[in-house]
């Protein structure tokens, strides 16, 4: 078989075998916490045409999700819901769904889940395609597989948030953008401006990407000495100005061009960078805010047309306001009220398996050995730039460090600048080097489907594997860097398995009432009683009321988030199980 039909092969088997992982993990959870107000926002875009529902994220992935949704059925109350600057309807919605759908919801839920995998199938291709060219086909296939088995790919990707799919999109639009910005053409110039215009769509994250593509352009067309004569200068000028306008048309487009041009003075913002009020440090989900502001009012800004959607600048503003309220945050022991700079960086050291930091280290060690033979090349400054000022973007807001995923996007970079530990460009002990990087590879695939499909749970083994999580990350509260509520759909499984189990005690993170699933438990009384119980992990650890739990050794454990006790008496009983 030749080298082409092998490539071929393996490539097509990390497809399905990618496709088969996410349609099992889809179909074993329950829903995750922010799932069911994107399934209801996105059946409000389509049957409604309205887009103030979870604004703080662009519509694309949630409509992609309910498409096949559309002849099912499903529906929202015609709406009374709130729509005023700094409300969060959604959530409401999406609980009114659920009540109203019944058992049907995780049917539907599911299918919705089916419809967003063709974001990560094009994530995968690309972490090939790019990859490839940069250090060989077999360097793509690494990147690939690293994509195929890596466990937060696997978590988000199961799922209708927007992270995995916006991660997808962003890496296309990236790659397509570095094409045109080592060689500039009219075609590659669209194409680098219809993919920025969707991952804007996907999530408000990407806006980093225009200082970051504007820069390289500029850099890439000036500089001293370059190629370019002033007639191809001046054509990849044009091809800049004709990428933006194309993002500017598509994105308005994606919104029906509501509130397209709508001038600054005439926004009612609740963010305090924007409104210049005080913003209330308390959870941004609740109550819209009193009040609202406009900096820009009595200036000569006011007058200025803005040529986003009216409900893309107002996101905006919600979730920057959401960034300025100071929450609770805990990492490694430690927990106070808001962040640090470098959670992120922390989460991606204990979430990440332990072969694919030892494959980084390595093509960092191959990138010096290149360097000190003269091979310079800036083939990759692309991919080394835009995950870098992404880091910078999200590391700078420290009022939410609760949500590892916010970072996502930037994982599949380090993918591709990973498999450089393969390439060839004149260097010697190819043989091993390419021996010793797939056996890191496979290893991280190894230890990511140890766990699977409880991926969103994945710590790697340096840290202690997945039952440790919730001491680095986590608590106090229920988040999706550990327990997002997907669990919840084997607490229906046991009780089915173990009709004996009453009275049962339940207190889940979830978003789904319990009694939606058919699950026949109790609120946790205040006082200790003897019966089952059923507790998350982060309830249990931050609760004092299941303090007389934690001196018990659980009789199951339901993925790596749900704990099961059988109290008969209030002893202590071996030793401390989780403190």
């Known amino acids: 078989m030749s080298s082409v039909r092998a490539s071929a092969l393996f490539l097509g088997t990390l497809l399905v075998g990618h496709t088969l992982l996410l349609g099992w993990a889809a179909w074993c959870h329950g829903p995750g916490a922010d799932e069911p107000a994107h399934l209801a926002s996105g059946v409000v875009h389509w049957r409604l045409k309205r887009w ?61 889940r089916w419809a967003c995998i063709p974001f990560s199938l094009c994530g995968l291709i690309i972490c090939y395609r790019w990859a490839a060219e940069l250090y060989g086909q077999t360097a793509g296939l690494a990147a690939a597989t690293m994509w195929t088995f890596s466990p937060n790919i696997l978590a988000h990707a199961q799922m209708i948030t927007p992270d995995a799919g916006a991660t997808a999109i962003g890496l296309a639009a990236c790659y397509a953008f570095d094409r045109w910005w080592k060689s500039p053409t ?15 769509l996907s999530k408000t994250t990407w806006l980093v990407l225009l200082p970051v593509w504007g820069v390289l352009a500029v850099v890439r067309v000036w500089q001293p000495g370059h190629r370019f004569g002033r007639g191809r200068r001046a054509s990849s000028v044009l091809q800049a100005t004709w990428m933006l306008l194309v993002a500017l048309i598509l994105l308005n487009a994606g919104y029906r061009f509501t509130g397209t041009g709508t001038l600054l003075g005439r926004y009612e913002f609740v963010s305090g960078m924007l409104s210049s009020i005080e913003v209330d440090r308390e959870d941004p989900r609740g ?10 009012r009595g200036t000569w800004l006011e007058y200025l047309p803005i040529p986003f959607p009216r409900d893309f600048v107002q996101g905006i503003d919600e979730q920057k306001r959401d960034f300025e309220s100071v929450m609770s ?40 050995m290149s360097l000190v033979k003269g091979n310079v090349s800036s083939d990759t400054v692309v991919l080394l730039t835009v995950p870098t000022a992404l880091l910078i973007l999200v590391s700078s807001q420290t009022g939410i460090n609760q949500h590892a995923r916010y970072a996502l996007p930037a994982l599949p970079f380090l993918f591709i600048a990973g498999s450089g530990a393969m ?51 986590g608590v106090p509260s229920s988040d999706s860097a550990l327990d997002w509520g997907l ?23 979830t978003i789904m009432p319990l009694a939606v699933l058919g699950i026949d438990a109790e ?52 030793k401390p199980d989780l403190r």
């Open 523 to 574: 609120k946790t009384p205040m006082q200790p009683v003897r019966g089952w119980y059923a507790v998350s992990i982060g309830k249990l650890v931050r609760d004092r009321r299941y303090t007389f739990l934690t001196t018990k050794v659980p009789v199951d454990q339901l993925g790596y988030t749900i704990y099961i006790y059988h109290v008969q008496d209030f002893r202590q009983t071996g």
């Open 52 to 112: 103030e529902p979870y604004r703080v994220n662009p519509p694309l992935v949630r409509m992609v999700a309910t498409v096949p949704l559309m002849w099912t059925g499903i529906d929202v109350a015609r709406p009374s819901f709130d729509a005023r600057p700094g409300s969060r309807p959604e959530f409401t919605l999406g609980m009114q769904m659920m009540t109203a759908e019944g058992s049907r919801f995780l049917w539907l839920l599911i299918v919705a």
């Open 329 to 368: 945050a805990y990492l490694a022991g430690e927990l106070r009220e808001g962040g640090w700079w470098y959670y992120y960086l922390f989460a991606a050291l204990v979430k990440i398996p332990v072969g694919t930091w030892l494959l980084v280290v390595m093509a960092l060690g191959v990138s010096i």
């Open 487 to 509: 669990d919840v759909t084997y607490l229906k499984e046991w009780c089915d398995r173990h009709p004996e189990a009453r009275p049962l005690y339940a207190d889940i993170d």
């Open 186 to 200: 009219w075609s590659s110039a669209t194409l680098s401006g219809v993919l920025l215009s969707l991952s804007w």
């Open 287 to 296: 109550d819209p805010p009193e009040k609202t502001g406009n900096r820009f």
């Open 423 to 473: 390439r060839c460009h004149g260097l010697g002990g190819l043989r091993w080097r390419r021996t010793l990087a797939w056996l890191f590879v496979f290893g991280s695939a190894i230890e990511s489907l140890s766990i699977y499909p409880h991926s969103l749970s994945f710590f790697n083994v340096a840290v202690g594997g997945p039952n440790q999580g919730y001491r680095l990350l």
